[in-house]
């Protein structure tokens, strides 16, 4: 589809191609972005070479001109000087790769306690900075000792929907973000009270 770009999913499960419509790959950066072109590519490996490229960058959208020559997962490997391509391509294809180092990881608001009537909807909000950010909301009872995931995509999200019953009162909400490093922040909890 005219339009379209690509970008390589850092999620610890490997880089592989995820088509989107547009670049929507949340992330903030503290340092410059490097565009490494690799022109039309016929074969793999290809290595594009630079002093601006260092080894903790990571790739941040791939723009790809004829996506079906490529074949099986394609990789982007930095290392100080140079970025390296590799996978498997049946025709040919340009290639141009927006590299960047992460920001540091840090969260930039916290969800707010709610006091709400049973059968309410609430949502509850946190934002963070960093690259490749991906979020878990975790709900532990007014009984309970531990935290423990919550359920479903709206739980991987920035903001979550839930509404409260009477079984909720007493509990708390919180966050679990993760950048492209693996590395987290937890967010303060959320206490949630029910009015009636």
Partial sequence: MAGEKKYLDETGLGLVWIKIKAFVHGQSLERAIYVADFGTVSSLPQTVSNAAITAD?????ASLGTPSAFTGNITATTADGSVTLEGGISGESDVRLVLGRPGNLRLLSQPQAVSVADGTTVHFDVAATGVGL????????????DFGNSAGINAQRPTMYVTIHTAHNGGQYRCVVTDAAGNTAVSDPADVTVTS
């Fill in 134 to 145: 991906t979020y878990q909301w975790q709900w532990k009872s007014a009984s309970g000792t």
């Fill in 57 to 61: 960058m990571v790739v941040l959208e």
